[in-house]
């Protein structure tokens, strides 16, 4: 068996260090070393992660009390990473980080979406965009990686081969992300509360999204591009569900839309095309994604429009954040892209 790489996560009593640490602990090339949580310092990792009981005898240890290692995944709420930065550096030469700190390599769109100026501009470029599908090349020979949004991801994917063509309307693509309650962390608020979230659809975010910022950068291509994006919290603890209008500049039949998917993702490990003629499952569900890496993309063409409605899903604590952290953690150390990662999800 080869050595196996020392990694440890900083933020791990969260929900995407959580889940991090439930993957990298079945990871067969992997040693998990150390996990921190400020909260839970001396406690069993398990004491905020009841599912790995019997799984790891880790304890938390604090931030300050890391030792080196190989490779440390950071989970932490947005602005720490870039605060501790250097330190983080110094203590392992490659970096996965997971917050939305460096995943805009623009410090004017960064001031623009996050309202302040950023901390470390002088890092926004070295960091690589970790959506495999987009930056595989650049991931597999990079130390450090951003993990990407899990709104953005779903959107990106939806859209990513006819942006990439020039194939869609570029002044007009509007999509509408349904998402479920542990996009919001493991924090609780009143928005949280579970009498006031239980069972809502609640707009929470019609326009200015964040994640708008990491759209634009990835589906930009060298020209100014608008997506109308749309965030509504609905009955869902895992999962996103991107509703994509965007609008064709030329005429293409659902056979050529097929065609293009096939082409730019025909060998993705994990874009599958969903679109069937019949039964209940015709199109992508976050119900079936949970637990996996995959992000299932469907769509439908409107007859006798330009529109093409797209709709993506994924689990954002996976394919949204963790899962495709593991996929560049592998890409990065040259491992089968998939390893670790082969849960197929349950059904029902
Ligand atoms: N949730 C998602 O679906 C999702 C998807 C993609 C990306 N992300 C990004 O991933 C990051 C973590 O998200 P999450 O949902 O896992 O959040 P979370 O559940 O709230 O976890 C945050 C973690 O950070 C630690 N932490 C909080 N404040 C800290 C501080 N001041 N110093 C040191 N540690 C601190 C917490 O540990 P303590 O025990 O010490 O409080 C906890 O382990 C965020 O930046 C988020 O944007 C999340």
Redesign the pocket.
Known sequence: MADKLKVSI??????????LLRLLLAHPRVEVCEV??????GKFASK?HPNLRKRTQLR?C??DELKPCDLLF?????G??ME?IDAFRALAPRLI?????FRLNDPGEYQRWYGKPHARPDLMTEFVYGVPELHREEIRGASLVT????NA?ATILALYPFFKKGLADPERTVVEVK??S??????ASDASHHPERSGVVRSFMPTMHRHCAEIYQELGFGQTIRVYFSATSIEMV?G?LATCHLFLREPLEEKDVWKIYREVYGKEPFLRIVKEADGIYRYPEPKLLSGTNYCDVGFQKEKGSDRLVVMSALD??MK???GQAVQAFNLMNGFEEALGLEFPGLHP
Do not use: K
């Open positions: 900083v933020g791990a009593s969260g929900y995407s260090g959580g889940e921190t949580s400020e909260r839970f310092a905020a938390f604090r931030m950071l989970c932490l709420p947005h720490r990473a501790h980080d997971l917050s939305a700190d993990g990407a949004g899990c991801t998402v479920g542990s996009e919001g962390g493991n924090a895992r996103v954002n604590l949204g954040a963790s």
